[in-house]
T-cell receptor
Framework: DTGVSQDPRHKITKRGQNVTFRCDPI?????LYWYRQTLGQGPEFLTY????????KSRLLSDRFSAERPKGSFSTLEIQRTEQGDSAMYLC????????????FGPGTRLTVL | SQKIEQNSEALNIQEGKTATLTCNYT??????LQWYRQDPGRGPVFLLL???NEKEKRKERLKVTFDTTLKQSLFHITASQPADSATYLC?????????????WGLGTSLAVNP
């Protein structure tokens, strides 16, 4: 296991469709994060898991967004009824139980909503 | 509300010079501050962490300072090289506990000219 992987790398969808992204963290990492990033902006926090528990969810996240980490390993992020404003890079990161909280990022999934 | 500001303008410097990037924050008392590098189309990569009780950290050609009175961190790259060209992000972290969310700046684009 050499790093965090995300699938797909690119997704083009039509407005109103549902999309689901997958993240596989580094295997020994118990913490997993989802971020959204648009051009010229820093990562925007979406949600955070410790093992299978979702400990925090951004208030900016509408009810159309949901994330799961059922077995404390991989995670999925689903966006229902996509809107053009959802177009962004969706980044997943993982970290382990150390004081540094160094986050290891995946390559991201670029979503384009037409 | 919490706010992080990084150099608003892109930074262009000559190879061999020292690049200095700033990160200022308000309405926040972070336990630590991290610096990441991000290349186009990729996720951020962790570089350095500095804790609230540390004044300075070094790693090879990188140096970070942290002034909790000024609420500012400076990130220096000495003997800069064209390969250092990237966007550099600062991120603030909270104290230990279940809250492991990082607050991110917008990033500063650095171009090192040969």
């Amino acid at each position: 296991d050499t790093g965090v992987s995300q699938d797909p790398r690119h997704k083009i969808t039509k407005r109103g469709q549902n999309v689901t992204f997958r993240c596989d963290p580094i295997s020994e990492h118990n913490r997993l994060y989802w971020y959204r990033q648009t051009l010229g902006q820093g990562p925007e926090f979406l949600t955070y898991f410790q093992n299978e528990a979702q400990l925090e969810k951004s208030r900016l996240l509408s009810d159309r967004f949901s994330a799961e980490r059922p077995k404390g390993s991989f995670s999925t992020l689903e966006i229902q009824r996509t809107e053009q404003g959802d177009s962004a890079m969706y980044l997943c990161a993982s970290s382990n139980r150390t004081g540094k909280n160094e986050q290891f990022f995946g390559p991201g999934t670029r979503l384009t909503v037409l | 509300s919490q706010k992080i500001e990084q150099n608003s303008e892109a930074l262009n410097i000559q190879e061999g010079k020292t690049a200095t990037l700033t990160c200022n924050y308000t309405n926040y008392s972070p336990a630590y501050l991290q610096w990441y590098r991000q290349d186009p189309g990729r996720g951020p990569v962790f570089l350095l962490l500095i804790r609230e009780n540390e004044k300075e950290k070094r790693k090879e050609r990188l140096k970070v300072t942290f002034d909790t009175t000024l609420k500012q961190s400076l990130f220096h790259i000495t003997a800069s090289q064209p390969a250092d060209s990237a966007t550099y992000l600062c991120a603030l972290g909270n104290r230990a506990g279940n809250n492991r969310k990082l607050i991110w700046g917008l990033g500063t684009s650095l171009a090192v000219n040969p």
